[in-house]
């Protein structure tokens, strides 16, 4: 008989969450607003602090197209975006007719790289195209470089769009991520830190602003009796149903980033004494990831006939899950004839990293079956 399937990421449920769902239903709150989706947007301001002001929304592709929006982005202009990500950072973009522009990573945290961003900015304002957002990714938990993105973003005065999809519960010196941009974005779909089996948000940095998005998020309903719009409306509010699993999903989310940091320190154990692989931690102390997934680079060893390929197929001989690192976007079928800033950081990261299985609810007896493939690859 085969093991069972280790997932890269599974939902992990806390325990309250079906507490809070009941509750909806026993007071029919079965809609896309009601008090778990106030109770969540407050249980997210509480821990991102700073200021923050929370909207739920339905996905955290949602949250990016209205963040654009929010940012004033439009038919026809530019926005530049972190090439090495989900495609969900970029897509938003051409919902709305605009282009985008991708910029390569930097080593040292995968995220956008600060010389090929200030590059590709110079060089569009050359061609008088002054780009309208900046679009940064916390790749994996880990936080980009903030400081430096935040000079170039006010040095040339464009707005950065903060994708922590994958960084809820990380932060740098102290600042929880999502609260760097002047947009951020959550989501909560099934295989992130926290779930809410779909769903995302947008955090803004005022009242004003978090209204204004839950207004498009609701058909932008003008305020009068009837039906009324002076603007397109989008239909991307959370469901007071799915906003209950997020707020029993709140409750252990300090806990899953401990377990998720536990199996990235399972993993730098695991390959310490193999060379040829290198696990992806921060930086330095200032970092605070929740390694939502570990990765490794592998560079392959010809003579041993190693590399990424047959550690992947070997994991997947034994029933576990493992995937190469996300395909840069400048090197996507659909986006590959938008503009490229940079070199092959990026693609290399591609060609030989590796996302491994990384789930708060792993089990020993799962280590060990991951730890054997590992030996017996590198052995
Ligand atoms: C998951 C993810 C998204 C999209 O979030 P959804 O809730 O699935 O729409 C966006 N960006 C990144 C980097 C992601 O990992």
């Known amino acids: 008989m085969k093991n069972s399937k280790i997932w890269l990421s599974s939902p992990h449920m806390g ?205 932008s309903r003008d305020d009068a009796p009837h039906y009324q719009h002076s603007e397109i409306g989008y239909n991307y509010r959370m469901s007071n149903i799915c906003a209950g699993i997020g707020r029993g999903q709140m409750e252990v989310l300090d806990a899953h980033v401990q377990l998720r940091r536990d199996m990235n320190e399972f993993y730098v154990k695991l390959f310490q004494d193999i060379d040829v692989v290198s696990v992806f931690t921060v930086p330095n102390d200032h970092y605070f990831a929740n390694y939502w997934l570990t990765a490794i680079v592998i560079e392959s060893n010809v003579v041993k006939g190693i590399d990424r390929e047959a550690l992947r197929l070997a994991f997947e001989e034994a029933n576990i899950e493992s995937r190469p690192l996300w395909k840069p976007m400048h090197l996507q079928p659909i986006f590959e004839k938008y503009p490229f800033y940079g070199s092959n950081v990026a693609e290399n990261l591609f060609k030989k990293g590796l996302c491994l299985p990384s789930g708060s609810n792993l089990t020993d007896g799962e280590r060990e079956r991951i730890k054997e493939v590992v030996i017996n690859v590198f052995k």
């Not at 769902?21 to 947007?41: C, I, Q, R, S, Y």
């Not at 929370?54 to 530019?78: K, M, R, Y």
């Not at 779909?198 to 940095?205: D, E, L, R």
Request: proline letters at 4%; hydrophobic letters at 40%.
């Open 15 to 219: 325990g309250n969450e079906q507490k809070f769902v009941k509750e909806a239903f026993d007071t029919n709150w079965v809609a896309p607003l009601g008090p778990n989706v106030n109770g969540l947007e407050l249980d997210l301001e509480n821990y991102l602090g700073n200021e923050s002001h929370v909207g739920a929304l339905s996905s955290g592709t949602a949250a990016i197209h209205l963040g654009l929006i929010l940012l004033g982005v439009q038919f026809g202009d530019e926005v530049i975006c972190q090439s090495m990500t989900f495609s969900a950072s970029a897509n938003p973009i051409k919902y709305l007719g605009a282009t985008p522009i991708f910029v390569d990573s930097e080593d040292e945290t995968w995220n956008i790289c600060p010389k090929a961003l200030e590059e590709a900015i110079v060089d569009r304002i050359a061609k008088g195209m002054k780009p309208k957002a900046i679009i940064a990714v916390h790749l994996y938990g880990v936080p980009y470089q903030i400081e430096a993105i935040k000079a170039i973003s006010d040095k040339y005065d464009i707005p950065v769009l903060e994708d922590s999809a994958e960084a809820l519960g990380s932060s740098y010196k102290g600042q929880k991520c999502g609260t760097f941009g002047d947009i951020g974005v959550l989501s909560f779909n099934g295989n992130k830190i926290i779930t809410t089996s779909g769903g995302g948000a947008i955090v803004t940095k005022s009242e004003v602003l978090k209204d204004k998005a839950v207004f498009y998020a609701t058909q």
